[in-house]
């Protein structure tokens, strides 16, 4: 092949589709013409659109790992109003969502906080963060999660199912305490917290603080080690604020753009 051959377009198309470099079948036909156009040597072209497959290859990894978290939409940590938790501090936040310390170290990380303090909104957007920075996150509702490994274990492939977690560095279990040994077999919590213990990381969010969980697990024993491998290694975050959804409607009752007093706001800095 000499400079001046032509180039067959069809096949060079069937080659990128073959190799998987969709961003280069899209760009080469506009980057070769600029090229040619501006006489940017060979090398500067091979080399700008390998940068263009790879950026939108990581492009294409964060929106697959969006789908499969299953975050509830709309929840951001822009959109989270940090000083009207006052327990929380922002800048430890931020230090969660880089993520590398704690997720690599398989630690832990628990919301406590009544209903409507903003538990399910921070953890949510905890994950969407980490998610922009390359982790894998699912977040589930706890009960949602026990029933599908209760079926694994009834199908004897509870190990199994576990294991396919592994993919997600983080596991966002949302309103443990709504999960009641009335649930049968509750102690596939328990196996779940085990086999992730100082590997993967867990997110809870929860009402209830530790000497409530009595009535999650089936027996005290279990409670006490499911506590105490999750506490091990982890953070803490009290969100103790008076509902958000209650202190929003009472500021909308007193009209648009007045916010509800702070004084009214209960906060406990324990
Ligand atoms: P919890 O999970 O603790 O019951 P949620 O996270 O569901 O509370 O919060 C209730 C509602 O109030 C949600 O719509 C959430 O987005 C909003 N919300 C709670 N706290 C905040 C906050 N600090 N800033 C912005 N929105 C908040
Ligand atoms: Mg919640």
Redesign the pocket.
Known sequence: MTASDPIDTARLNLLLNELRLPAIKHLWSSFTERADKEGWPAARLLAALAEHEIAERGQRRIERHLAEARLPPG?TLS????D??PTISKARVMALVAGDSWLEAGANLILF??????????AAAIGLGLIENGWRVLFTRTTDLVQKLQVARRELALEAAIARLDKYHLIILDDLAYVTKDQPETSVLFELISARYERRSIAI?ANQPFGDWNRIFPDPAMTLAAVDRLVHHSTILE?NVE???RR?ALGQQRGPGRPASRATIKTQAD
């Open positions: 929840k959109g989270f109003d940090f009207a938790v906080g009544p209903p409507g303090g903003g538990k399910t909104h921070l969010t969100l509902s958000y959804r929003e």
